[in-house]
């Protein structure tokens, strides 16, 4: 079973500029999570989907960052315009609905503002 | 939200079994514990989790408290493998999850 997947795995860009981040979910996983994980911190929520809705981004700085999720499947992130403080791994994640249900992380976006 | 407590750091002798506390306090009666582990430069992996008994796999053993404000987990025999960052969390209604620090576990030879 493929899991699942992110891309690019790293991007380094002057601050100010933007950048996205994509994810594909594990096939049939309704629930699509974004986390920011800065260098030795657990991961931060950012914004958590189930099919094509919002369900939670209370932690999203709104004001720069953006998600969606066309179709209830792949994901995209935006961050416009970066700051230095924004560095960080990105991770996505998914899974089944349901509280018994794992998450499947990908593999992460290593983000780095220069 | 649903907060748990870690040690932030624990260590253990290679083939020892290690067990891995978490206080979860303020847990409804429908959140599941979870239980995810991260290895350096990779992303969070599901190691195991349950909701009221005692769990078993492949990888751990889950021990929840009968009043389920606390939890362990069990590695059975520690290897240099298992050295990780571990993450005890609660997923609640709407399948919310919110990480910790975690307890970085260390396995000397």
Not at chain 1, 29 to 35: D, E, F, I
Not at chain 1, 58 to 70: G, H, I, N, T, V
Not at chain 2, 19 to 47: A, F, K, M
């Amino acid at each position: 079973e493929a899991g699942v997947a992110q891309s690019p795995r790293y991007k380094i860009i002057e601050k100010r500029q933007s950048v996205a981040f994509w994810c594909n979910p594990i096939s049939g996983h309704a629930t699509l999570y974004w986390y920011q994980q800065i260098l030795g911190q657990g991961p931060k929520l950012l914004i958590q989907f189930q099919n094509n809705g919002v369900v939670d981004d209370s932690q999203l700085p709104k004001d720069r960052f953006s998600a969606e999720r066309l179709k209830g499947v792949d994901s995209t992130l935006k961050i416009q315009p970066a700051k230095l403080e924004d560095s960080a791994v990105y991770l996505c994640a998914s899974s089944f609905t349901g509280q018994g249900y794992e998450q499947y992380f990908g593999p992460g976006t290593r983000l780095t503002v220069t | 939200d649903a907060k748990t407590t870690q040690p932030n750091s624990m260590e253990s002798n290679e083939e020892e079994p290690v067990h891995l506390p978490c206080n979860h306090s303020t847990i409804s009666g429908t959140d599941y514990i979870h239980w995810y582990r991260q290895l350096p430069s990779q992303g969070p992996e599901y190691v195991i989790h349950g909701l009221t008994s005692n769990v078993n796999n492949r990888m751990a053993s889950l021990a929840i408290a009968e009043d389920r404000k606390s939890s362990t987990l069990i590695l059975h025999r520690a290897t240099l493998r298992d050295a990780a960052v571990y993450y005890c969390i609660l997923k609640t209604s709407y399948d919310k999850v919110i990480f910790g620090p975690g307890t970085s576990l260390s396995v000397i030879p």
